[in-house]
């Protein structure tokens, strides 16, 4: 059997394979066996036809139904990783197209057409797509298209699958920098680990042969995670068989570039309008249909533009588009000290003056906390019309009250309430009160008034 020397570079620490299936939906991954060369066909003329096929899984969930759990990455290009029960796994991953998304409209955009002068350059409708042709310069191509404000989002598009027709070993390991001693190398001695002079290449100094195969498969895994994590610089040198595997299962999946999108374009639009809220809010009430695996749910760049606060998708991003597009989320102010001019200072009395009610009742100790805490938990909003004549209001209703605030420093604040609706701070600024807070309000004064003169 003829074998093939490979050398895999070891740059990815160790992965937490397994996802909650609350995140992503569909149920079980799908692989699909397919002939190669009807592969390498249908990439060849990739078009926006083949993009759905690619939404649903990401690499990293192909990675973690393949080990079955946590693994270590033998390789920059996946050539082969090891699981945490320490099997090894030849993986082919084979790159299909980049997808990037573009704003309706900007398709004759000069930056477009340039990049689609190349054969592997095409635009489709709202996507430049670059196809299997362009592996070896994509790096390039997804440079330019990430720093123009005009892409929504990118995708690189995979199919990758396990060769189980062929087998993997692990020779040793090459490094660099300072020798290291056997005392070092006997930390990890399910890999039982020598140095040898038999093995050199331009790009290394050192090589350790693995002596291991005995050794327990697990023990080996945890060992080589170990290592890693003290020798980051490592290439892995692996030997493999070369038996074609002309029907493999693949599975299509994608790889998210992220760029600086809108804020709560949760569809990927280019605008943020209610349909984003709605995107969020089907998201998280049906994920199997909306969620990152649904064929029309959210995508992974979707999630980081409706993601407001960064605490992943909520009811609170949803509600946060809604008051963009109502204009409240600048005007909303918490009653604080800053519009109310409420000091910090203890308060000795809060004097209610109900016009015409010529007595001034006062308030201390709870009653005053009460009236003030009643103020800071008020939602105003500033007042962007003309507040109603004084004279109109029903003063024997108890529509109009002023509270003056008196600190134990003796300084004042007086906070007006115009038929409950409105409210005037102590610089003279109107603000409205949320309606149902005014509710609220009105009948907590009521209560408090009553109480008094009771």
């Known amino acids: 059997m003829k074998k093939m020397y490979i050398s895999f570079v070891l740059t990815a620490a160790m992965t937490a394979a397994m996802i909650p299936n609350s995140v992503f939906a569909g149920g079980d991954m799908t692989k699909t066996p397919i002939d190669l060369q009807d592969y390498y066909d249908s990439v060849e003329n990739f078009s926006k036809e083949e993009i759905p096929k690619y939404k649903c899984l990401t690499v990293d969930d192909v990675l973690d139904d393949i080990n079955g759990g946590e ?63 362009a592996a070896e310069n994509i790096d390039k191509y997804v440079d330019t298209l990430k720093n123009d404000p005009d892409v929504l989002s990118i995708d690189l598009d995979y199919g990758i699958y396990e060769d189980t027709a062929n087998y993997v070993s692990i020779e040793g390991f090459f490094y660099d920098g300072e020798k290291l001693t056997d005392e070092f190398l006997a930390e990890f001695p399910a890999l039982a680990l020598k140095h040898s002079d038999n093995w050199s290449t331009e790009a290394h100094v050192y090589f350790v042969v693995f002596g291991g195969r005995d050794s327990d498969p697990v023990d080996i895994y945890r060992d080589i995670v170990k290592f890693k994590e003290k020798v980051p610089s490592i290439d892995v040198c692996a030997i493999s068989t070369c038996l074609a595997m002309m029907k493999p299962e693949m599975y299509f999946c994608h790889e998210s570039v992220y760029v600086d999108g809108l804020g709560g374009d949760a569809n990927i639009d280019g605008v943020m309008d209610i349909s984003d809220s709605v995107m969020i809010m089907q998201f998280i009430a049906n994920p199997d249909k909306y969620g990152l695996r649904g064929e029309d749910g959210i995508t992974g760049q979707g999630v980081k533009n409706a993601d407001s606060d960064g605490n992943g998708i909520t009811n609170s991003d949803a509600l946060a588009i809604q008051k963009k597009l109502l204009h409240l989320e600048e005007n909303v102010v918490p009653v604080s000290s800053d519009p109310l001019g409420l000091l910090d200072e203890n308060v000795k009395k809060v004097v209610a003056l109900p016009a015409p009610i010529a007595i001034a009742p006062e308030f201390t100790d709870t009653d005053a906390e009460a009236i003030i805490t009643q103020l800071r938990n008020l939602t105003l909003t500033p007042a962007g019309q003309d507040i109603p004549d004084t004279s109109s209001i029903q003063f024997t209703s108890l529509k109009s009250c002023d509270f003056r605030i008196v600190y134990e420093n ?42 008094r003169y009771q």
Do not use: C
């Not at 090894?88 to 573009?102: C, E, G, Q, W, Y």
């Not at 609706?421 to 009553?450: C, H, M, P, R, S």
């Open 71 to 133: 693994y270590v990455s033998l390789s920059t290009g996946l050539g082969s990783t090891m699981d945490e029960k320490g099997k090894l796994h030849k993986i082919d991953k084979r790159f299909s197209a980049a997808v990037a998304k573009i704003k309706a409209g900007t398709e004759s955009k000069p930056a477009f057409e340039e990049l689609a002068k190349s054969p592997l350059v095409v635009i489709d409708g709202q996507y430049i797509i670059i196809r299997h042709g």
């Open 410 to 451: 003796n300084e004042s604040v007086t906070v007006n309430l115009h038929g409950y609706d409105y409210l005037k701070a102590n610089d003279g600024t109107w603000y409205k009160i949320n309606e149902e807070e005014a509710k609220v309000l009105e009948g907590f004064i009521g209560d408090l008034l009553n109480k």
